[in-house]
């Protein structure tokens, strides 16, 4: 029964799109089975800022929010069919940056990356491509959850006109490189400081 109300949850997951072969649906079923469930109420921390992650968390039913620890904001939303803790994928970035908390009543369930990693020895390219998808979507993430950072901070030190805090996401954007090329709408702002 946990495996057929689960079932679509690694599927559907764009964390293991490259499993498409025969051999690579097995290994998801491998998986499924070391799942582990767990139900949080409302306000519960999935994990905190600063631990070293150790699994890889999916949504299976409610709402977890990313909370910015000392400004206690939410930073994020993940709801169902998404995943979050990817980073214990990504070697050298398993330190956990920010809390995860469940909004509501949620159903989450967890994936040890040890599991990960014994269930895909025998297919590296599988592997690779889940330590890849990991990598480039725990550098979004971080990426946002630092321009968030940016934002408050400016937000707090005097009241920063709409045009001047466009500027302010453009230039650390720019200096994060998640912008290559600014096009016509950048033309629209002002470059005075």
């Excluded at 079932?7 to 764009?14: A, C, M, V």
């Excluded at 995943?83 to 050298?92: D, K, T």
């Excluded at 979507?137 to 946002?144: D, G, H, Q, S």
């Excluded at 901070?153 to 009241?159: E, F, K, L, Q, V």
Aim: charged share 25%; aromatic share 10%.
């Amino acid at each position: 029964l946990l495996k057929f109300f689960r079932k679509n949850i690694l599927s559907t997951s764009n964390l293991f799109h490259a499993a498409t072969g025969e051999n690579e649906n097995r290994i998801l079923m491998q998986l499924l089975q070391n799942l582990s469930h767990t139900q949080h109420g409302p306000g519960d921390f999935i994990f905190y800022e600063g631990e070293i992650g150790r699994e890889v968390f999916f949504v299976f039913a409610g709402e977890l929010d990313v909370v910015d620890a000392t400004a206690r904001e939410v930073v994020a939303t993940f709801r169902k069919g998404s995943y979050l803790g990817e980073n214990a994928l990504v070697e050298g970035e398993e330190l956990r940056t920010f809390c995860v908390m469940s909004r509501g009543w949620s159903d989450v369930l967890a994936l040890a990356v040890a599991d990960i990693e014994r269930y895909m020895s025998d297919f590296p390219q599988l592997a690779a491509s889940v330590r890849l998808t990991a990598k480039i979507r725990w550098a979004r993430l971080e990426a946002a959850i630092n321009a968030h950072k940016v934002l408050r901070r400016a937000r707090y030190r005097a009241n920063v006109p709409g045009k001047k805090l466009l500027r302010i996401i453009m230039r650390y954007a720019e200096q994060e490189g998640l912008v290559d090329n600014l096009g016509p709408s950048s033309q629209q702002i002002p470059a005075k400081t």
